[in-house]
Nanobody, 114 residues
Framework: QVQLVESGGGLVQAGGSLRLSCAVS????????MAWFRQAPGKQRELVAS???????WYADSVKGRFTISRDGAKNTVYLQMNSLKPEDTAVYYC????????WGQGTQVTVSS
């Protein structure tokens, strides 16, 4: 299974920015796609953004225009740049490949205060 280590979360005021990183244990271009998910308290985990090996990126409507997913093949790292953060973006953020493997990383907490 692929090892995934998320980092970069924190506490930020509404309107602020954060950049999340996901270190992947294998060549990310050997995977069909990589993605970021999030899970807010009491809610199901949801897909936020994905970047395929080939093709265009995808964003959930709730983050479109504010979040940007990118990757660095040399570092086997996937990023999520989050701008104009809102309190409703508060969640634990996870990365995973697509389709997702059963094993998830520990995630990184993002808290946006109003």
């Amino acid at each position: 299974q692929v090892q995934l280590v998320e980092s970069g979360g924190g506490l930020v005021q509404a309107g602020g920015s954060l950049r999340l990183s996901c270190a992947v244990s294998i060549n990310i271009f050997s995977l069909t796609a990589m993605a970021w998910f999030r899970q807010a308290p009491g809610k199901q985990r949801e897909l936020v953004a994905s970047v395929p090996r080939l093709g265009t990126v995808w964003y959930a409507d709730s983050v479109k225009g504010r979040f940007t997913i990118s990757r660095d093949g040399a570092k086997n790292t996937v990023y999520l740049q989050m701008n104009s953060l809102k309190p409703e973006d508060t969640a634990v953020y996870y990365c995973n490949k697509l389709p997702p493997q059963a094993f998830w990383g520990q995630g990184t907490q993002v808290t946006v205060s109003s």
